[in-house]
């Protein structure tokens, strides 16, 4: 059972283990077709009770053991030697996620994580920067999209990012298994790719978020294309113009900060975390407000085009965001979106900690996606579970009969007699 405070809920205990069955069987009858044989399914289906087991360590062995397997070599054919298509399971996570949690007003949350290694075989693993360890160091990187809602979040899409080192290496490639229509991808690429999926997928959200890796042309106008808003990270020497007249404003976004005054920057919440609300000090600067039909003539309505500014309240550190949205947005409404990346933060640590996502054994491509897909499927479980046991109870909308008071009927037969 996982032990994250952040999936805690207040049903009784009878209710919940109920819903993890009655889940877990759904989600087994779902992913059989993504199989040719049914031996392969099973293996597929004790994989996660593997990832659910008490065990820490999330191994080949450790699953076996908890699947009551001798070995590990089922789960080793299941992720590295099986044919079954990763991508077909990366989109059945995907329904899966909007069923349960889908909200026309969600945001997707992109981010990556990395997934330290030794040696030089694992796909895509070269000596690179993880924000996981804070430094450069050898490991693979994944890029993610999460889906958050006020259902609550999940993993949706996810792409391993392959350094120049491997795309240009075709020994190395062919070694791992690599698709041959594979080839070298930007993080903010992979992410447009997966926001692409999502729109084309007809997924139900209104706002993406991330942090300055992905605060880049692309992104920007796709998301003004499909009509959706953002608020992304950017660097501190991103430039900012405006075409407002209520205010003049041209420079790197640190140098536009340093010209704020006092009455600028308001005190606002992103949420709550673990110790209360999420307090910084926030400033937002209008740039202009433009048609939506000079980006996709089949959209109308004015929308608007922004700075937004987030302070520390204890060191002053800065971070800068560009924002697109419906004009008339309220600051406290971009705040709040950009807040819903702690919830992809939140996925990974839970992910890590608690079903293995970094525990992968595998070293080819095929292994990567389908180890990390199986644990989105399983996370994507237990998110449902938590909003149907923190459901609040239905209400009885049938009309009770009238009751027949016995004791009036008796006394009138009396007066009567």
């Given at each position: 059972m996982i032990r994250s405070q952040s999936w805690t809920t207040g049903a009784p205990i009878e209710t919940v283990l109920e819903l993890w069955a009655s889940s877990l069987r759904d989600v087994k009858r779902r992913i059989r077709p993504l199989f040719a044989q049914e031996r392969t399914a099973a293996s597929a289906g004790t994989f996660i009770d593997g990832l659910l087991s008490e065990e820490r360590r999330k191994t080949g062995w450790m699953r076996a053991e908890a699947a009551g397997d001798p070995g590990p070599w089922r789960q080793q054919e299941l992720l590295g030697r099986d044919r079954w298509d990763a991508d077909e399971l990366r989109d059945l996570v995907r329904d899966y996620v909007v069923e349960h949690l889908g909200d026309e007003g969600a945001v997707l949350v992109i981010d990556e994580t990395g997934f330290l290694k030794q040696g030089k075989a694992s796909c895509g693993v070269a000596r690179q920067y993880t924000g996981s360890?804070?430094?450069?160091?050898?490991?693979?990187?994944?890029?993610?999209?999460?889906?958050?809602?006020?259902?609550?979040?999940?993993?949706?899409?996810?792409?391993?990012?392959?350094?120049?080192?491997?795309?240009?290496d075709p020994r190395r490639l062919k070694a791992a298994h690599v698709p041959g229509d594979v080839g070298f991808a930007t993080k903010p690429q992979l992410a447009a790719k997966m926001i692409a999926r999502a729109i084309a997928a007809r997924v139900p959200f209104a706002w993406v978020a991330g942090d300055s890796v992905y605060g880049v042309g692309d992104i920007e106008r796709d998301l003004r294309q499909a009509g959706k808003g953002y608020v992304l990270g950017v660097a501190a020497n991103h430039w900012f113009g405006s075409w407002s007249q209520k205010r003049l404003i041209s420079g790197s976004a640190e140098e536009i900060a340093r010209t704020l005054k006092p009455a600028d920057w308001q005190r606002l919440s992103a949420g709550d975390g673990t110790k209360g609300p999420r307090l910084h000090d926030w400033a937002y600067l209008e740039l202009a407000d433009l048609e939506a039909g000079e980006f996709n003539e089949e959209r109308s309505g004015l929308w608007t085009r922004g700075l937004l500014i987030r302070r520390h309240i204890?060191?002053?550190?800065?971070?800068?965001?560009?924002?697109?949205?419906?004009?008339?947005?309220?600051?406290?409404?971009?705040?709040?979106?950009?807040?819903?990346r702690w919830a992809i933060e939140d996925s990974f640590e839970t992910d890590k900690n608690e079903l293995g996502l970094d525990h992968n054994e595998t070293r080819s491509w095929h292994g990567w996606h389908r180890h990390v897909s199986l644990v989105m499927l399983t996370f994507a479980m237990m998110a449902a579970i938590r909003r149907k046991a923190n459901a609040p109870p239905q209400k009885n909308t049938s009309r009770a009969l009238p009751t027949r008071n016995t004791s009036s009927v008796g006394r009138s037969r009396k007066s009567a007699e």
């Open positions: 360890a804070g430094k450069i160091t050898n490991c693979q990187i994944g890029v993610f999209a999460t889906y958050v809602s006020r259902h609550g979040h999940a993993f949706m899409d996810r792409a391993l990012y392959l350094p120049k080192s491997w795309t240009e204890v060191d002053g550190d800065l971070a800068y965001f560009t924002t697109w949205f419906p004009a008339g947005t309220s600051i406290k409404k971009l705040v709040a979106v950009e807040g819903h």
